[in-house]
């Protein structure tokens, strides 16, 4: 029967079937969970990029703003949605005054689009912090940008240094290898092994930066 | 054979990377950090055990012609349920272990236990034969990723061991590393455990 020419179509169809059976309840059993989790790491980690300056200003603990998340999240965030401006912008507001700004950005890395959140100062010069939502590069190379000393490298950093320029707005770079010591504030160090991926970081963030000015030029957000 | 021959036949005698030479890719890939090579290991080791198993239940009944359609079919379903679980209950291992679930698939030991023992022998046997071949693999990674992580970063599982006189040796953290460590690992087994004479 085996040898017949319908059984292997039969059989595999059912087997086809009976897979994806399996995986379809799979997923639908852990969607809520697996979107939850998603929903809560992305709030707290916009919550993160902003929480230094809305601590610095309410004269808190940057670590108790993100431990009283969901709570904080809804009194200093809001999310904004400004017409012709396609990418997610949110602005932390204290005593109604807008203290900060966290954009989502998103770039070409190794092997894929790179996804990240960067907080400015309100007149968008100044990066207050900076944070990778998700890449797809090299594990153990380029996917060590999200190692926290290559990320604190660009906090607190002042990346537009030409806001009237229509050509490029941002400061340029050069990187040195992980094992160097910058010797000035233009210098950056790069993931070993991983140029690429560190170039990557430095063009997303100059062509997003180029792209905000871009739009506040003659819009407001 | 005793169920005993058989796990140790998996894990050391016809270890799928030092005897059969398979699973080269991810085992040159991952084994930059140790944490890295185990946790493809514990994800390895599971497909491994539960496809074999599954391959080996339904062997008589499935046609030949369509047998390693059906092998993928499986073995890409339980990486997927994996993934979808760690990603619902363990959300900070799913993100730690990110491209390594899709590289199970293309894991070719996978394929080839699934080919060579699952499709022909019981399903307890396939089972053992699964996790034994899952533990000599991350038992290789994990001995090469400790060579590559020491002399790379000065660490072991993440664990700063050198001081800050240690200078970090670039070449161990990138790929041909992982080629001459496994190349001398190759050498040392064949010398020492199989006896091989040049």
Not at chain 1, 65 to 94: C, D, H, T, W
Not at chain 1, 120 to 134: C, G, K, W
Not at chain 2, 75 to 88: C, G, M, N, Q, R
Request: aromatic fraction near 12%.
């Amino acid at each position: 029967m085996k040898d017949s020419f319908l059984y292997p179509i039969i059989f595999m169809l059912i087997m086809v079937v009976l897979f994806s059976g399996i995986l379809a309840v799979t997923y639908r059993f852990s969607e809520a969970k697996i979107q939850d989790y998603q929903t809560d790491s992305y709030q707290k980690m916009i919550l993160s990029t902003l929480a230094t300056k809305i601590a610095e200003i309410t004269q808190q603990n940057p670590q108790d703003i993100m431990a009283a998340y969901p709570k904080s999240f809804e009194q200093y965030i809001y999310q904004l949605n400004p017409q012709g401006f396609e990418r997610e912008v949110y602005q932390a507001v204290v005593d109604e005054e807008v203290v900060a700004y966290s954009f989502e950005i998103k770039g070409k890395g190794l092997w894929g689009t790179m996804r990240a959140l960067v907080s400015t100062t309100p007149d968008f010069r100044t990066i207050l912090d900076f944070n990778i939502v998700s890449q797809q590069e090299t594990p153990g190379l380029g996917a060590r940008i999200e190692e926290e000393w290559f990320l604190s490298q660009f906090r607190d950093r002042i990346f537009v240094v030409n806001p009237e320029s229509e050509d490029d707005v941002t400061q340029s770079y050069e990187f040195i290898s992980e094992a160097q010591t910058p010797e000035n504030d233009r210098q950056l160090k790069r993931v070993t092994g991983a140029t690429i991926t560190s170039d990557s970081v430095i063009k997303m963030l100059r062509a997003e930066f180029n792209y905000i000015y871009s739009y506040v030029r003659s819009n407001e957000l | 054979m005793t169920k005993k021959e058989i796990f140790f036949n998996a894990t050391f005698k016809d270890n799928s990377i030092w005897r059969q030479i398979l699973g080269i890719c991810s085992a040159l890939a991952v084994t930059n950090l140790m944490l890295n090579s185990l946790i493809m290991g514990l994800g390895v080791i599971f497909t491994l055990a539960m496809a074999n198993m599954t391959i080996s239940l339904i062997r008589n009944w499935t046609p030949r012609s369509v047998r390693m359609m059906l092998q993928v079919l499986i073995i890409a379903s339980y990486v997927i349920i994996v993934d979808i679980f760690l990603k619902a209950n363990m959300p900070q291992i799913s993100k730690q272990l990110g491209p390594y679930v899709g590289l199970i698939i293309t894991n070719c030991i996978l394929m080839g236990r699934a080919e060579a023992f699952a499709s022909k022998n019981k399903v307890l046997d396939s089972l053992i034969d699964g996790i034994g071949t899952g533990i000599g693999y991350t038992l290789v990674l994990l001995l090469i990723s400790l060579v590559r992580e020491l002399f790379g970063f000065g660490s072991v599982f993440g664990f700063r061991v050198f001081g800050d006189w240690w200078t970090d040796w670039s070449i161990m953290v990138m790929a041909p590393s992982a080629f001459f460590i496994l190349a001398m690992l190759i050498w040392i087994v064949n010398t020492y455990y199989y006896k091989v004479k040049a």
